[in-house]
């Protein structure tokens, strides 16, 4: 597509719950990255994915977060057993290579009450 | 580790005038570094970006950028302000010897008034 896609926009779900975020890279970009931005702050680092593989996973703040990307374009973010302390927007971009900048998508807001 | 620094969480400027937005960053290695801005209720754009080369870098709506390496900054900068250029602006660092992973900054508030 002609840019990254990200659904669902928002999301609301109940504390303890499982969920899924997707992102749908732009096309040839190897390169997917996911960030979450909570109120005010920077985008903090979670995972990047060169091709199918995790190749940097070191900013997944527990084993509570996972994500997937089985075949090198969509990629999946999961969080099980979701806490309040989840709430924030989780972004996605790509890029083509170590030295383009990062297309974004308009992010998921996750919301758990 | 490599880390940003935006020493200015707001900058308010008149219509006209130059504007500069501050980023100092840390990194182990040689740094790509690159700037991006957020307009309310829109994602993440992209602006500029300094990879090597010339320490001057150009970059989307007459914004450009000023490497200095013996300071160890990225000012962004715009010799003439326009209301439109009010949004969050985040500086990033990318460390050329770790890989992918771009570290961002806090965010700096840029506010022109006409």
């Known amino acids: ?113 | 580790a490599q880390s940003v620094a935006q020493p200015e969480d707001q900058v308010n400027v008149a219509e006209g005038n130059p504007l500069t937005v501050k980023c100092t960053y840390s990194v182990s290695g040689n740094p790509y570094l690159f700037w991006y801005v957020q307009y309310p209720n829109r994602g993440l754009q992209f602006l500029l970006k300094y990879i090597t080369g010339d320490n001057l870098v150009k970059g989307s709506y007459g914004f450009e950028a000023e490497f200095n390496k013996s300071q160890t900054s990225f000012h962004l900068k715009k010799p003439s302000a326009l209301v439109s250029d009010s949004a969050l602006y985040f500086c990033a660092v990318r460390d050329t010897t770790g890989g992918f992973k771009t570290i961002f900054g806090a965010g700096t508030r840029l506010f022109v008034k006409a």
Request: contains cysteine.
């Open chain 1, 1 to 113: 597509g002609a840019g990254v896609s990200q659904t669902p926009s928002n999301k609301v779900t109940e504390k303890g719950k499982y969920v899924e975020l997707r992102c749908d890279p732009i096309s040839g970009h190897t390169a997917l990255y996911w960030y979450r931005q909570s109120l005010g702050q920077g985008p903090e680092f979670l995972i990047y994915f060169q091709g199918t593989g995790a190749a940097d996973d070191s900013g997944l703040p527990n084993d509570r977060f996972f994500a997937v990307r089985p075949e090198g374009s969509v990629s999946t973010l999961k969080i099980q057993r979701t806490e309040r302390g989840d709430s924030a927007v989780y972004l996605c971009a790509s890029s083509r290579d170590r030295v383009d900048g990062y297309t974004f998508g308009s992010g998921t807001r996750l919301t758990v009450v």
